[in-house]
């Protein structure tokens, strides 16, 4: 145990120097508590230390590694010809910029400030600089889908500030993207405007003098030096809401000199980061991958991004191949949603992709069918795939995480087992608290197995000691005294060939207790017919076997999930129900699907 300690202090205690600290870390490298019968739960890492995590990011890869010319981002918008590039040294200036522009407002050390837009550079921008200034930044995913949907991000923005309680919004500082003007403003409501531009017209957006301002206006006064604002290790650094896939999402609190350390070295080991490789991952920014494996991971790194606004389906299915011919990109992370829609499609719009080397999937447990297609297709069977487990609140498995599989009585299982993910022990970037509510923090992940931290995922550990996520704990089915996950008969379900995706949730039967209900969205040219329901249930019955056979199966033309494209199966357990109270859907991507699924419910028992 006491040599174990040591070689986790000597392991990141040796990454740590190739960072800069104003001052270095007094007393342990990681001080915690996770046993809740002891004393208050709590975690620490590098007390004592002072730093900035913009400073270390982009000052850094400028002046000390000499990389003010190599191209951070590559920016691709929503339409294939409008594209961008930013420098280290280029953002490092904007950055700087938008920190003073952020002080002149007032913003100190401290202050928190909700970040609402799409993927665009003044986002990367926006963020940065508040990691600057020491302010500590909330982001609300932006982009939603888009492709050729358009998205008044303005509007949706002062409702949301109409919503405040006692302490309003002070101040809005709006991007101008895609030529938005301000309501009434004389010079777009011209009618000589040829048809393309008056399509600009639409574009015109709600302004209040006293709360409202440019971007663009205040950065062209703002200065280009800017003192970053020294701060302790475990200062907060964002507050992120998480997925709410299984319930209301919970603000997790992450911390500056961990959560550098983390996620710097995950990103370089996880994808064996080279200097000339030019890595795509394609989360949205508002989601946890997005801060981690776009922003802060690569940056921390000098490493060179591509950041996509749009959708993989706009201007048409190939677009994700034509992005990476056209970038060269060589590393590629993406969700398995993701690649189960593209795979509806077939082989055929998947271009050369010549450049890659390595794959990586996050975000929900990928099906075997997926993977073979993802590994098969795009890798040309070459490129080895990196699966990425880690939550909002914890970031993947790695050198110094020590998970533990638990019975539901709360025994450490051995070799081949299932049960609960946990983990033994904090890593640096493990979250520190749930914003506002201790309890919640305590009662989500510390009171089920005290000692531990729970993760709320159900896990295998196969023969080779290889992890496998099953899914949400709170989403697995009992079908008469069998413990089932959703991603076994999921899987089952996805191996016939007219199923594109598939969601399986329990339904209350008065015999068995529970019942299996199946959602399934079929790839495109099959119907779903009396047949298919036939021989979808008997494939669940000879691969898993009879216990495991649905009781129901219905078309859905789509699923409801979350932003970041995770499935919202507590949403179809009540479809499934025809319970018209559906409880929180405030990360739910897309509210239209419900209806069409509350229409194609089948009659239960
Ligand atoms: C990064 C992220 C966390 C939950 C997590 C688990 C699921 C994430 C997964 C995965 C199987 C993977 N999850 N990655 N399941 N395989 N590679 O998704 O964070 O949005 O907080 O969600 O997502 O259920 O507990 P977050």
């Known amino acids: 145990m006491f040599l174990l300690l040591i070689l986790y202090t000597e392991f990141w205690g040796k990454i740590a120097k190739e960072f800069y600290w104003k001052t ?3 007393g342990n490298f990681m001080d915690y508590n996770f046993d809740l019968t002891r004393a208050k739960i709590y975690i620490r890492c590098m007390q004592g230390a002072t730093t900035n995590m913009c400073y270390n990011v982009l000052d850094r890869n400028v002046n000390e590694k000499k990389l003010g010319d190599k191209i951070a981002f590559y920016w691709e ?4 010809e409008d594209y961008a590039r930013i420098t280290y040294k280029e953002l490092l200036q904007q950055v700087c910029k938008f920190a003073n522009v952020l002080r002149a407002q007032g913003i100190k050390k401290g202050d928190h400030v909700a970040i609402y837009m799409p993927m665009i550079i003044e986002l990367i921008v926006a963020m940065l600089a508040c990691a600057r200034v020491g302010a500590v930044h909330s982001i609300v995913s932006g982009s939603h889908a888009k492709g050729d949907k358009f998205i008044k991000l303005k509007e949706i923005t002062d409702e949301a500030l109409k919503l405040h309680g006692e302490n309003p919004v002070k ?6 993207h895609l030529k938005a003007t301000k309501e009434n403003d004389k010079t777009s409501t011209q009618s000589n405007l040829p048809p393309a531009k008056r399509a600009c017209l639409k574009l015109q957006i709600p302004w209040n003098e006293e709360v409202d301002v440019w971007w663009h206006e205040v950065m062209k006064e703002a200065g280009e030096e800017c003192e970053p604002e020294w701060c302790s290790a475990e200062d907060p650094l964002f507050i992120l809401y998480t997925s709410g896939s299984t319930g209301k999402p919970k603000g997790v609190k992450h911390t500056i000199g961990g959560y550098l350390l983390y996620t710097a070295t995950t990103f370089k080991y996880v994808f064996d980061y080279q200097p000339s490789d030019v890595y795509w991952c394609t989360a949205d920014v508002g989601w946890i991958t997005g801060h981690s494996y776009l922003t802060y991971g690569p940056l921390a790194n000098g490493a060179t991004s591509v950041l996509f606004e749009g959708v993989p389906t706009y201007p048409d299915v190939s677009r994700f191949w034509e992005i990476i011919d056209k970038y060269l990109v060589t590393k590629f992370y993406t969700a398995p949603t993701a690649i189960r829609l593209l795979m509806k499609y077939g082989d055929e719009p998947v271009k050369s992709r010549k450049s890659l080397k390595i794959l990586g999937t996050v975000g929900e447990p990928i099906n075997p069918e997926a993977w073979l297609w993802y590994y098969n297709v795009v890798g040309d069977r070459r490129c080895p795939i990196m699966d990425t487990y880690w939550q909002t609140e914890t970031t993947l ?10 019975s539901e009585s709360g025994e450490e299982l051995e070799g081949e087992a299932e049960g609960y ?4 022990k904090p890593w640096p970037s493990i979250m520190r608290e749930v914003y506002g509510s201790y309890e919640r923090f305590e009662s989500s992940y510390f009171k089920r197995f005290p000692g531990y931290f729970v993760t709320g995922d159900g896990c295998k550990r196969d023969k080779d000691g290889y992890y496998w996520i099953t899914g949400r704990i709170d989403d697995m089915l009992n079908i008469s005294g069998h413990l089932l996950s959703t991603a076994e008969v999921e899987s089952a379900i996805m191996e016939h060939l007219a199923v594109a995706e598939v969601a399986a949730v329990s339904h209350p039967h008065p015999v068995k207790g529970e019942s299996l209900y199946c959602f399934v969205t079929l790839k495109d040219g099959h119907e779903f017919t009396d047949e298919l329901v ?7 019955r000879k691969k898993i076997g009879p216990i495991a056979a649905p009781d129901y199966i219905q078309i859905a033309a789509q699923l409801p999930k979350t932003r970041s494209g995770k499935i919202m199966r507590r949403l179809l357990r009540k479809i499934a129900r025809n319970e018209r109270d559906l409880g929180n859907t405030s990360t739910l991507a897309d509210e239209s699907v419900l209806e069409a699924l509350f229409k194609n419910r089948v ?3």
Do not use: D, R
């Open 24 to 26: 270095p870390y007094t």
């Open 77 to 80: 918008g929503n339409k294939p």
């Open 171 to 176: 101040k809005c500082i709006v991007v101008k």
């Open 397 to 406: 498995p790695f050198f110094s995480v020590v998970p533990a599989i638990l």
């Open 421 to 424: 993910l946990v983990f033994k």
């Open 534 to 540: 036939t021989e979808l249930k008997n494939q669940v």
């Open 603 to 605: 009659e239960t028992i």
